[in-house]
């Protein structure tokens, strides 16, 4: 079964005001994923199909801060991608974790004062 993305960049200043547009209309497919660490975020959506893909985001684009409606870049998602999409998340986790040093469930960090 394949799905289909839509990503699209926007200014990560816009990210909260994009996010709450998709939280009143309770918008599911819809999802503001930030990354602070580069200081981007990105709408991205997944879809059962393109026609569907398309027609949501006509629907959602108006409502978005302007600065958040730019371009789509659609893809095909195949099986495999988004069945292990989550193991690539993971590691990226395990990696942040491990270079802010020991400390990672114990509610310290190292560097946090304490």
Not at 19 to 41: C, G, H, P
Not at 89 to 100: P, T
Request: hydrophobic share 50%; proline share 3%.
């Amino acid at each position: 079964m394949s799905l289909v993305e839509g990503r699209v960049e926007i200014p990560l200043e816009s990210a909260a005001a994009a996010d709450d547009v998709l939280v009143e209309l309770q918008e599911e497919a819809w999802s503001v994923v930030e990354d602070i660490v580069v200081r981007r975020a990105w709408l991205v959506g997944i879809f059962a199909d393109e026609q569907e893909a398309k027609a949501r985001w006509e629907q959602l684009r108006p409502m978005l801060p302007a600065e958040a409606r730019g371009e789509v870049v659609w893809r095909e998602l195949r099986e495999a991608d988004w069945r292990d999409s989550y193991k690539a998340r993971f590691s990226r986790v395990a990696l942040w974790a491990a270079a802010l040093g020991a400390g990672v469930g114990t509610g310290k960090l190292s560097g946090a004062g304490g």
